[in-house]
């Protein structure tokens, strides 16, 4: 396109096969260009949909370490390529503009969120189970057999974990004698 | 008290068609527009039979008509800072791409015109062919805005394709007629007075005639709001054409000419309005029809 | 060239594939349509079409309530009393990318175009909304983006489906069919298609689903000049917001210009006269 | 039925469109007409809460009509079992079994066992002093080592099926539709086209979701389909079965390796105080015969698989670090602990029981007594922020000032920005890459609690506490590695897979052994990482495989993708009939062929019978198909395993508007009901005279944190509205488009109204019965809020599995004004 005058769709109407102008001579130069942002990806990860148990195949694109696109595996034998609208929504979920990056801490009565670290979060947590777990413990019962649990300390987990994440907190609160572990899996 | 209002108005009594968003600017344009280029006859006619005077009030009027034709339409756009790219495409299929280029020859010849009125010699010759041109493009810039509405899926629009290009030439005649006879001496303005009557009596006819081909539809005219700039057209086109015979006096001429104008902008008002009602009124579904 | 993804969900149907130069489209089968709504989230995450107004809209689980700007696939809902018993009627709506589209005529800049595809698209970096398009189309499909911020370049102009441009450029179907759950949105080449519609049309037939229709699967009860969308309905199109017998205005364009052309000499006519008589 | 596929499941849905598009008919038994209905062959309106009506007279057609597969029922299930002649039926009892102690308000399931034989060892009974007894774990039904005395003629009045038939005697077609409100005609239509759907020929299935669960008769209600399906022959088979359609991602997960209070990983049940030592543990537990005989070797390598080195057969494995059980510490047992102060710290990780669980006031007072609470989510859902803006905040009846509890609130990785792996509904276990890292301060679960887990461990470094051994020698290193030291999930899957001595990881569950030589996480999921390699994340492209597709990721156990297979041919191996071959015998090659992994012992014969004393799988004859069953076989009676009743009886709901016209037992008499001030229930019928449910909407996701915070959700379903039928509008003065106050003991909620043919009057019992469909997806918080559904809901549960009646409680209903929240 060095002849300018070739730019303006009105001369490609002239000069080409579109004479009417509603054709291949309207087209802007992005137009043209236009190519599917996934073509562009820097990677494509298989997923699995987060939502319902169906367990649909996703397909993620990153460019740019964003997440430009989600959308169905045709790969997947269970769905063919194929999303609900909460699974074609993932990519909203995900970028959802009330999503928090930050960790929020509440005070006891306070009435406003502050600001704190993750890695003081996480040792103030500790510090927390430590001594709920302390205060909750139950070596024997009343017959003095061996209870060995704490009911100090409570757990109800989504469904939306994965498998490893499961495991970990089963470990981690069975080793501490927290019993009272559960998930939506009861509701 | 259920959900099944699909029942009786289609779907939840919704419209298949979607409004024109067309704002007032654009009713404002059709009248100057139409008001520019049939002074822009008138001039040429009025030149061509030795009415300068007159002529030279046509052509004032032409010119000043036009110049605000363009912001009113930038106006309106979305993106009026994108207004060019109406200029990108040379389309007859689309009554707004012709009308554009219409406007933009008139444009260029009505100033070669006024150019040629001012600066005399030489000029004086080539703005007597400019005006020619003018007068020439003045015609479809007076009435493409009637095929740009009828070119259109809004049933009172569409269904008055053959009358509405009658109601709007007429009416721009009645309105350049008006001009003329508000600006000229009366005893130079006799075409004038005849124009704008002539012109009056078309819009009026065509009017009456476009709401008998509407039938049902024409009730777009009668309620909502198109009904009040209807009335006012037809009462203000009628008492000025009428008023408008009895002319010969420049004062008689002058509220006439005014009471034209104001009915040729109001009628613009009317078809323009009538439009989203009419659009509205879809939501059966049958009404949309060929 | 584009292809289809899945087979299609009917029996001994075989999926076909288009190939270059072939015009493409949607078929959609609303008689197969959960209304779970896959097709507008869908388009809006592909096409990055806003939401614009989170509002209840009191009609039955429809609260997209029509085509728009923001909203390229909409599924309409009505529920009907029918032989004693009830039946809930979803439909995925969408542009009908028509042969003959006078959204495509009218539009005074060329941001309307057809495509290699044969199909209609806006180009949101030349439309200069004028708005033209928006009661020109039959379908009341088309609407200005107005009011959303965060996308300021592609505010005040046209928008509407584009059945994904891009993604058929790319040599995928759009993102809407590829969505469908049961493939109530079918994309495919449009001849196959419509064989296939007829089909599936029959054995509705067959099993006495008398109210089973085509619409706009050929031309005969329509001046579209066919279309890029076209459906199989379970009642009358009113019901869906279709008009029963859609027109494209620019087909009388001609007569419409005469008759501009006759007033504009009646006119001149009036005017030379009255300069003539004027001369006295 | 208890299921609204389309909505909730629809791209499963799709499979079952083209079964339909085949030719299948689709039946949808439910109380609303939903986008299932209306695509369904035909939908049968239902009372909520009616169901073991409904499908009790099912059983009693099939029975009546001769239309049981004979060859399928007598080898595979237990209907020619003699049940003990001390057993009474509810038929006896008017609503009650033999063995019921009102003191204990249970059962002694003693009076329920087959004669010839001693209590079943699976018994939970007397599981030490809980006021009521505990199911066990996930173990299927066991027996004691004799067989049961049996007729094959099926003729004796106490065998199986004489007792089965009798049972269901009264569940007639117009018993159905005076409890139902299902016309009998329409009754009979379903039951005829499900028995001319069955057979050798032809399968149905049954498909459910919480509509069945949900209720205080929740476990019955399913055991009631599973003896339609055993009796109909449509176990096991292709196209068969009775599928639970989950709701989460990885809900199944979530049991197999599970938080649950009840259960250990792979349904391995948590021990009692009654279970002191290893040894009395597996006394207690490991069956003789199927799949759980060989418990000792599962639960003493997940002792290694948690203990490693430091579980020695000196030290018991490290069974003694285990914490026990007495009695029910289930999520809403938990939720009055902490009303009660005794719960100082609460994780909710992912979960939001102030909108979700059942009685969200009491849900949010229980929060407000804890000393701290930590949220871990992508958004401020309301479990997190109900002390600034939850009802009673908004309401004025408390303040932020007032509440005690310190709450972290830690954001989480999305599915993009973590790897691991989802268990679908149907048991296939598939693998999610990462996509990006999770940004900010989100960070993955794994990350969290493996983290956690290290800083509790550095602080009690220097612990000198016994019971602080167990943390301490617990083994935790999963190659934490990167920039944000983010655990390794592949190692952790590693663990769950397990490895032996040498650590080569194992090829599945067969090679554990008890003697300590073997680690593994979790059994059933024992080969997901053979041969070193991810099975999970396989995924080869299903056009590219057999339509079972073994190879896209990997289905536990050992990638079976239907259980108890061996029922798809009969017992002499051959498949019941060409059209329905899936797995069968073949003779040549000696071995079990098919196009699934056959779920029974490779090379069993089909003619194989256990000789005496033989014990595991080889207790198990060639001709028993479900394995895990102490007999091989399906269970049309259950004398244990199930805690309230060894034949499902028609229960109402805890609160319902109508009598029990079958029994005077009104309702299940083991529902666990919890009286507290929070806690009322709707006691006068004339006062709440209609039947309410609750439910999801295709747009909206459970407790609405992943939907009510995506815009392109909330904006297809912005408000939270009430479904109700013409005539309750008219009876009620409620207005289409306008708001209502629906109106129980635990208080009001607002919605708008949506009035809609779809959710017809009933007549039942002699009168006109109205429901109210409630979607329980809104909260407080979100781009659309308004009242949570749950808050309407009282705590009742099904004693088996701890679960919350709200498919079916009482309200009334009143026009009012536009509430504040939307």
Redesign the interface.
């Known amino acids: 396109m060095r002849n300018p005058l070739a730019r303006w769709p009105a001369a490609r109407q002239l000069t080409g096969r579109d004479r009417t102008g509603r054709g291949e001579a309207a087209r802007s130069q992005r137009t043209i260009e236009l190519q599917p942002r996934t073509h562009q990806a820097d990677r494509v990860v298989q997923s699995i949909c987060p939502f319902c148990a169906v367990g649909c195949g996703q397909r993620v694109y990153v460019q740019n370490e964003v997440v430009t696109q989600i959308e169905g595996d045709p790969d997947s034998p269970i769905s063919r390529g194929r999303l609900c609208p909460k699974g074609a929504a993932s990519r909203n979920l995900v970028q959802s503009p009330l999503r928090e990056y930050r960790v929020r801490y509440r005070r006891p009565y306070g009435t406003e969120w502050e600001d704190l670290s993750l890695e003081r979060a996480v040792d103030m947590i500790a510090d927390r189970v430590i001594t709920a777990r302390a205060e909750g413990w139950q070596d024997h019962d009343a017959d003095g057999r061996s209870l060995n649990r704490t009911l100090g300390v409570a757990s109800l987990g989504g469904a939306t974990l994965d498998n490893e994440e499961n495991y970990l907190i089963k470990k981690l609160f069975t080793a501490l004698g927290i019993v009272q572990v559960e998930n939506q899996a009861r509701i | 008290?259920?959900?099944?209002?699909?029942?009786e108005g289609?779907?939840?009594g919704?419209?298949?068609?979607?409004?024109?968003?067309?704002k007032p600017e654009v009713a404002v344009y059709f009248w100057l527009g139409g008001l520019a280029g049939?002074s822009a006859?008138?001039g040429f006619?009025?030149r061509?039979?030795?009415?300068d005077r007159?002529a030279r009030s046509a052509w004032f009027t032409a010119f000043a008509a036009l110049l605000p034709c363009p912001p009113l339409l930038i106006v309106?756009?979305?993106?009026?800072e994108?207004?060019y790219?109406?200029?990108?495409?040379?389309?007859?299929?689309?009554?707004?791409?012709m009308g554009?280029w219409v406007l933009t020859a008139f444009g260029g010849v009505t100033a070669a015109a006024a150019a040629g009125e001012l600066l005399g010699g030489i000029f004086a010759t080539l703005g007597r062919v400019a005006e020619g041109a003018a007068a020439l493009l003045g015609?479809?810039l007076?009435?493409?805005t009637?095929?740009?509405l009828?070119?259109?899926?809004?049933p009172v629009?569409?269904h008055a394709?053959?009358?509405?290009?009658?109601v709007?030439?007429?009416s721009?005649?009645a309105s350049?007629?008006a001009a003329g006879a508000i600006l000229t001496p009366s005893q130079?303005s006799?075409?004038?007075r005849?124009?704008a009557i002539?012109?009056a009596l078309?819009e009026l006819g065509?009017a009456f005639a476009m709401e008998r081909r509407l039938g049902p539809d024409a009730r777009h005219y009668h309620e909502g709001a198109a009904a009040r700039p209807a009335q006012a057209a037809r009462a203000l086109t009628g008492a000025g054409a009428a008023l408008m015979t009895l002319g010969g006096r420049r004062p008689v001429a002058m509220a006439a000419g005014v009471l034209l104008l104001a009915g040729s902008l109001a009628e613009r008002f009317a078809v323009l309005r009538a439009?989203p009602s009419s659009?509205r009124a879809?939501a059966?579904?049958?009404t949309?029809?060929? | 060239m584009a292809v289809s993804s899945g087979p299609p969900p009917y029996p001994g149907e075989v999926l076909v594939q288009p190939v270059a130069g072939d015009e493409v489209g949607f078929f959609t089968d609303s008689s197969i349509c959960i209304g779970c709504k896959a097709c507008e989230v869908a388009c809006k995450q592909w096409n990055n079409v806003p939401v614009d107004d989170i509002r209840y809209l009191n009609s039955s689980y429809d609260n997209t309530g029509e085509l728009s700007a923001n909203s390229w696939r909409h599924v309409s809902f009505f529920e009907q009393k029918r032989d004693g018993g009830v039946a809930w009627l979803m439909n995925s709506d969408v542009c009908k990318h028509c042969k003959h589209a006078a959204c495509l005529d009218v539009c005074p800049t060329g941001a309307i175009f057809r495509t290699e595809f044969d199909t209609v698209v806006v180009q949101a970096d030349v439309c200069n909304g004028c708005g033209y398009c928006i009661p020109a189309c039959p379908f009341g499909v088309l609407t200005r983006r107005e009011g959303v911020v965060d996308q300021p370049a592609e505010t005040h102009v046209a928008q509407k489906c584009t059945m994904c441009y891009d993604r058929l450029k790319g040599g995928d179907e759009p993102a809407c069919a590829q969505a469908c759950p049961t493939k109530s949105i079918q994309f495919g080449p449009l001849p196959a298609l419509r064989e296939r519609a007829q089909r599936r049309l029959d054995v509705l037939h067959q099993e006495g689903v008398d109210s089973a229709r085509l619409y706009l699967a050929d031309q005969s009860d329509n001046e579209i000049g066919g279309a890029g969308a076209f459906f199989l309905l379970l009642d009358e199109p009113a019901k869906y917001r279709y008009p029963e017998r859609p027109i494209t205005p620019t087909k009388r364009l001609g007569g419409m210009w005469l008759a501009a052309a006759a007033a504009a000499a009646v006119a001149l006519a009036g005017v030379g006269a009255a300069a003539a008589s004027g001369r006295r | 039925m208890g299921s609204n596929m389309a909505e909730n499941h629809p791209v499963g849905f799709q499979w079952v469109m083209e079964a339909k598009l085949k030719g299948a008919p689709v039946i949808h038994v439910d109380p609303r007409f939903t986008r299932t209905s209306a695509n369904a062959s035909f939908h049968v309106p239902i009372r909520a809460g009616s169901d073991i009506a409904f499908l009790g007279g099912i059983v009693h057609h099939i029975l009546e009509t001769d239309s049981w597969f004979k060859d399928y029922v007598l080898p595979y299930t237990n209907a020619a079992n003699i049940v003990g002649e001390k057993f009474r039926d509810t038929e006896d009892l008017d609503g009650l079994f033999s063995g019921w102690d009102p003191a204990k308000e249970g059962y002694d399931t003693a009076s329920w066992q087959f004669a010839g034989m001693a209590k079943a060892n699976s018994a939970p009974e007397g599981q030490g002093s809980a006021a009521k007894a505990e199911p066990s774990g996930g173990l299927g039904g066991g027996l004691a080592d004799a067989e049961p005395e049996r007729d094959e003629t099926l003729q004796h009045p106490r065998c199986v099926f004489q007792l089965l038939k009798r049972h269901f005697s009264r569940y007639t077609p117009e018993m159905v539709e005076e409890l139902t409100g299902v016309p009998r005609e329409r009754f009979v239509q379903v039951a005829e086209l499900l028995c001319a759907n069955s057979g050798r020929e032809r399968t149905s299935a049954i498909v459910y979701s919480v509509g069945w669960t949900q209720h205080t008769v929740g476990v019955q209600l399913i055991r009631t389909a599973a003896i339609i399906q055993l009796l109909l022959g449509n176990i096991g088979r292709p196209g068969g079965g009775i599928m639970a359609l989950r709701g989460h991602a990885s809900i199944q997960g979530s049991t197999d390796i599970p938080t649950l209070y009840d259960l250990l990983p792979g349904y391995i049940p948590m021990p009692h105080a009654e279970d002191q030592d290893l040894q009395t543990y597996l006394d207690g537990h490991v069956k003789s015969g199927g799949g759980w005989a060989r418990l000792d070797s599962y639960l003493i390598s997940l002792l290694k698989a948690y203990w490693g080195e430091a579980a020695t057969p000196e030290n018991d494995m490290n069974y003694g670090r285990l914490p026990r059980i007495d009695k029910d510490h289930s999520t809403y047992r938990t939720a009055i602990a902490m009303l009660e102060g005794n719960v100082k710290g609460y994780f909710l990780p992912g979960e939001n029981p102030a909108v979700g669980s059942a009685n969200g006031k009491l849900q949010r007072a229980a929060m407000a007594q804890l000393d701290w609470l930590v949220v871990r989510d992508l958004f401020l859902i309301e479990s997190a922020t109900f002390w600034q803006d939850g009802p009673e905040v908004a309401g004025g009846q408390t303040r932020p000032e007032d509440c005690k509890t310190e709450v972290f609130f830690l954001p989480a990785a999305a599915h993009t920005e973590k790897s691991g792996s989802f268990t679908n509904t149907q048991r296939l276990v598939q693998w999610h890459h990462q996509a990006i890292e999770p940004p900010g301060d989100c960070r993955s679960e794994l990350w969290f609690y493996y983290h956690l887990g290290r800083v509790i461990r550095e602080k009690l470094a220097a612990a000198k506490d016994p019971r602080d051994r167990g943390i301490l020698e617990l083994t935790w290193d999963y190659g934490a590695s990167g920039p944000k030291a983010e655990p390794s999930a592949e190692a952790v899957l590693r663990e769950i897979n397990g490895w032996d001595q040498r650590g080569r990881p194992l090829s599945g569950f067969a090679e554990l052994k008890a003697d300590g030589s073997t680690a593994c996480g979790c059994w059933i999921y024992s080969g997901i990482y053979a041969d070193g390699v991810n099975q999970a994340a396989r995924k080869k492209p299903g056009s590219e495989q057999s339509w079972v597709a073994p190879e896209w990721a990997w289905a536990w156990p050992a990638n079976r993708r239907q259980l108890y297979n061996r029922a798809s041919a009969d017992p002499a191996g051959n498949p019941w009939s060409e059209r329905k071959r899936y797995v069968w015998w073949d003779a040549e090659r000696a071995e079990w062929q098919g196009d699934d992994v056959p779920d029974f012992n490779r090379t069993k014969e089909p003619q194989y019978q256990p000789g005496e004393g033989a014990s595991g799988d080889a207790a198990l004859s060639g001709d028993a198909p479900f394995i895990m069953q102490g007999d091989g076989r399906g269970w049309l009676y259950a004398p244990s395993a199930v805690l309230d009743a060894p034949l499902p009886p028609h229960y109402e709901p805890h609160e319902s508007p109508v009598r029990n016209r079958l029994y005077e037992q009104e309702a299940n008499p083991m529902r666990e009901i919890y009286n507290h001030p929070l806690n009322p229930y709707n006691e006068d019928p004339e006062k709440y005279p209609f039947v309410m449910t609750t439910y999801r909407l295709t747009e909206h996701h459970t407790a609405g944190a992943m939907s009510r915070n995506v815009p392109v959700l909330s904006e297809l379903q912005p408000e939270f509205f009430c479904e109700i039928s013409p005539e309750l509008a008219e009876l009620r003065g409620l207005e289409q488009g306008g708001y209502a106050a629906i109106i129980t003991a635990r208080g009001r909620i607002h919605a708008r109204v949506m009035v809609t043919d779809r959710i017809a009057p009933l007549q039942v019992a002699g009168k006109t019965l109205h429901q109210v469909g409630l979607p329980y997806h809104w909260g407080q918080r979100g781009l659309t809020r308004g009242d949570s559904a749950n808050d309407a809901f009282p705590i009742v549960l099904d004693p088996n599995v701890h679960i919350q009646e709200v498919k079916a409680a009482t309200c009334d209903i009143r026009a009012a004004e536009r509430p504040k929240w939307p």
Not at chain 2, 85 to 95: A, D, E, G, I
Not at chain 2, 150 to 154: K, M, N
């Open positions: 008290m259920t959900a099944q209002t699909t029942a289609g779907y939840y919704r419209p298949v068609l979607k409004e024109p968003v067309w049939i006859v008138l006619a009025a061509l039979s030795g009415n007159l309106d756009l979305g993106r009026p994108r207004f790219n109406m200029l990108r495409v040379l389309k007859p299929t689309s009554p707004m791409s554009t015609l479809p007076a009435t493409y009637a095929v740009l009828a070119d259109t899926s809004v629009w569409h394709r053959h009358h509405l290009p009658f709007f030439a007429g721009a005649t350049a007629g130079h006799r075409p004038a005849l124009a002539f012109g078309l065509a439009g659009a879809t059966d579904g049958g949309v029809r060929g």
